[in-house]
Structures are given as C-alpha cells and as structure tokens.
C-alpha cells in the first residue's frame, strides 16, 4: 500500500511540473503526457506514474534555499543533487517549510556565500582572457617589430585567433582589451 498523500503543488501550468511530499519521499517531475484531473486524484492517494522522479527521505542529506534564485537544492546519496524549479515563490517556500516539518533533525542555518564562490567564473574569465591579450599583445609587438608568423597546420585554433588579433596593433588590442 502507498502512503497517502501529505500535500503537493503544481507552481504552474505552463511549466508542467509536479511538487509532491509523500511520507517518506519527495516527488518531482514533469507532468506532460499525463492527464492532470486522473493525475491529481491518484495523487491524493499516493499514486504516481512511474515516470515521475522521486527521492526517499533517508536518501536525503540537505536542502539548500537560495533567496535570490526561484529552486531549492535537494542533495542526497553521495555527491547527487536536484533542483527543484519553481518561479512562485510562495510556493518555494511552502515546499521548504513542508520538508523542514519533514526533517526535524536538520539544522537550519542562513550562510551567504564567499566572495570567491561568487566570483570563480569571473574570475577565471578574466584570468583567460588577460593571458589571451598578452599572448596577442607579444605577438603584436614583434610583427611591428618585423617578425613574420605563419600558422602551422589545417587546424590553428586558439594560436591563429591570436595571431589574426596581432595584426591589428598594439595600440588597437591595449584598447579592445580596456573598453
């Protein structure tokens, strides 16, 4: 026998998704190609399609609730996670104070990120492209100094970007590379 239902949540039409909370599990998952009126009563009594994504209770480790961000972060198992995607927010925040009354134990705390987990991917974009301008820079400097660059091979890559940049001239890359 299945567990009857506690509550769930369809945060919008026009995404399709089902947000259920069993007894002992978590279901999520696209609602397309199910009749909605069959679906929601079976519901009621704890039964889905087999389709639909569903995580036990004791498989689950933490629930992550970013303010800014419209998911909440389910990790379970060893290293799996799920985001939970909804656009209204009431009903993301019903859907965490469900499982917060379903997992008494976890404790819950507010962390803001660090700095560096923020800018990680700012960072490394910057890191590359200041190596991409000094490469071409270098390059640029020695073609106006009277060096000749030819690319080797059928496939030059990131090497011929550079070199097709060099031949604007350093004042035209110190200038792309600032604006």
Do not use: C
């Not at 995580?55 to 939970?84: A, F, H, L, M, V």
């Not at 011929?160 to 590379?177: D, E, N, P, R, S």
């Amino acid at each position: 026998m299945l567990n009857p239902m506690r509550t769930y949540w369809l945060p919008s039409s026009d995404t399709g998704r089902l947000i259920a909370l069993s007894e002992h599990r978590l279901i999520y998952g696209l609602i397309k190609g199910h009749d909605k009126n069959h679906l929601l009563s079976n519901a009621k009594k704890g039964i889905f399609p087999e389709d639909i994504f569903s995580i036990p209770y004791s498989y689950i480790r933490s629930i992550e609730n970013p303010e800014e961000k419209t998911y909440i972060r389910i990790n379970y198992g060893q290293d799996s996670s799920e985001e939970i995607k909804t656009e209204n927010e009431k009903v993301k925040d019903e859907v965490f104070d469900s499982l917060k009354t379903h997992f008494p134990t976890f404790t819950y705390s507010e962390q803001t990120p660090s700095i560096y987990r923020h800018g990680k991917p700012q960072f490394f974009a910057i890191l590359i492209l200041t190596g991409l301008f000094l490469w071409t820079l270098y390059l640029a400097i020695n073609i106006e100094q009277g060096y000749e660059y030819e690319p080797q091979g059928s496939r030059v890559g990131i090497a011929g970007l550079a070199l097709g940049m060099a031949q604007f001239g350093t004042t035209k890359i110190v200038m792309g590379y600032l604006f």
